[in-house]
């Protein structure tokens, strides 16, 4: 871990208030960790943007009734093996599976993933969160 370093920000009171109510919500101790999570988000964009390695997860839930859905998802899976790290299968109810998919590589590629994968017929809903592959989190 790098050495800690002090700095002062100036900050509008109103704004600083706003800041205050939000670390609070999401219960954080103190600014400083929050600022840090705003510099390493910003960072994250920052790789996403330039095409630099990422990391993340592709969640999908979908109606495993479907006819051939569930083909059509492993096929998918199939053509972006590059990109696919691991992939969990989870029955929600007697309807209803999460699939969640681990993923590496380029920002484009774990995109197209994601697309592909929501706009398969009979998948209900899809999201797709990623970070930095480490370096750009430290």
């Keep these: 871990m790098d050495e800690l370093v002090r700095f002062g920000v ?13 670390i609070r919500r999401r219960n954080y101790t103190n600014r400083s960790e929050a600022f840090r999570d705003l510099i390493r988000e910003e960072l994250v964009k920052k790789a996403w943007d330039e095409g630099e390695s990422v990391v993340g997860a592709v969640t999908i839930v979908y109606d495993h009734h479907r006819r051939e859905l569930l083909n059509k998802i492993t096929d998918v ?10 992939a969990q299968h989870i029955h929600l109810d007697h309807n209803n599976c999460l699939e969640i998919i681990a993923v590496r590589g380029k920002p484009a ?27 750009d989190v430290e």
């Design 10 to 22: 100036s900050i509008e009171k109103g704004l600083l208030a706003k800041f205050d109510a939000l």
């Design 77 to 86: 899976q199939h053509d972006f093996q590059g990109t696919i790290i691991a």
């Design 109 to 135: 590629d774990v995109q197209r993933l994601a697309d592909t994968l929501r706009a398969i017929r009979g998948v209900k809903h899809g999201t797709l969160s990623m970070t930095g592959a480490g370096k």
